[in-house]
């Protein structure tokens, strides 16, 4: 069995502040990570690996020549190949160009059985790459997989819902996109990350998987970021004063006010 598995190196948004003063984004020192739900992505697909003999894990990203610090951690924590989509062609992309590249990566890798994706990324939020990718690759896919087991070609998988789950039986080959629940990822081993440093890391740019750079990056991406900004500060938190029912009256008033309610 041959397993893909998609991976975004992200700044760790849990460490990124906002300067009090000048009400701007402090991204200075803020450490690169795998995307946490990549993590998720990528133990389900070692796991699969640990329990079926033959079977090969791939990650993929796309991303600039850093994104490799991300690559030697997922083949530190058992993935056996790792392919670097970089090119200058590939910047600016939109969800809409990214997954036109991981794409026409995944086609050249070629034979596939299952691929794995985050469900979001901590940093563009949108959770729109990877049904995007399915698309391009005439694949079904079905996303917030929280349990799957793979049989005779096929993939039967829990879909999460906002209160309860799906059980879905999909063909293979198919895309499925993972949620932290699926799993716990584990840790890079002390050997796989020795050994994470004598494997090669294959990178390929427009040229190699077939792009015009027309069809990639910015001049491929239907939406531009026209302005960004950091939300204004909530403001200070109020204490309300009386007895518990006069509190309550008072609250409902205010959620009310502010259309909460
Ligand atoms: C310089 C710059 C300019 C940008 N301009 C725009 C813009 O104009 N308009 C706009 O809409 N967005 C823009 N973006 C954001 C960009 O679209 C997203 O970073 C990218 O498309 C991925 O979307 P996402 O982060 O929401 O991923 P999601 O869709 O939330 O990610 C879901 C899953 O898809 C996979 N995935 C996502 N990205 C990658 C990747 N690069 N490699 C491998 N797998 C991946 C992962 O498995 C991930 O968990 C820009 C980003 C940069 C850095």
């Known amino acids: 069995m041959k397993i893909l598995v998609c991976v975004k190196q992200v700044p760790d948004t849990n460490e990124v502040k906002i300067d009090p003063v000048k009400g701007t984004l402090i991204r200075d020192g803020v450490p690169s990570i795998l995307n946490p739900d990549d993590a998720n992505a990528l133990e389900e697909a070692l796991k699969i690996k640990d329990e079926t003999p033959g079977t090969t894990v791939s990650v993929i990203t796309m991303g600039p020549p850093q994104a490799d610090d991300m690559l030697r951690e997922c083949l530190a924590m058992g993935a056996d190949e790792a392919y670097l989509l970089s090119d200058r062609a590939f910047g600016g992309a939109d969800t809409c160009a990214t997954s036109t590249t991981i ?25 729109q790459v990877g049904p995007q990718a399915a698309l391009r690759l005439g694949i079904p896919v079905v996303t917030y997989v929280q349990d799957v087991k793979l049989c005779e070609g096929k993939a039967i998988v829990q879909r999460q819902l906002e209160n309860g789950y799906e059980i879905l039986e999909v063909q293979m080959p198919c895309l499925l996109t993972a949620v932290k629940e699926l799993n716990e990822p584990r840790y890079m ?29 910015l001049n491929a991406s239907p939406t531009q970021v026209f302005r960004s900004f950091t939300p204004a500060p909530k403001g200070k938190g109020e204490m309300l004063a009386g007895t518990a029912a006069e509190m309550a009256e008072l609250l409902t008033e205010k959620l009310r006010e502010k259309h909460y309610l």
């Open 189 to 217: 081993s002390i050997g796989g990350i020795i050994d994470a440093y004598a494997k090669k890391v294959t990178i390929w740019n427009h040229e190699d998987v077939g792009l015009d750079p027309k069809d990639c990056g």
């Open 103 to 127: 794409a026409a990566g995944i086609k050249k890798i070629g034979d596939y059985d299952v691929i794995f994706a985050g469900r979001q990324a901590i940093d563009g939020d949108t959770a």
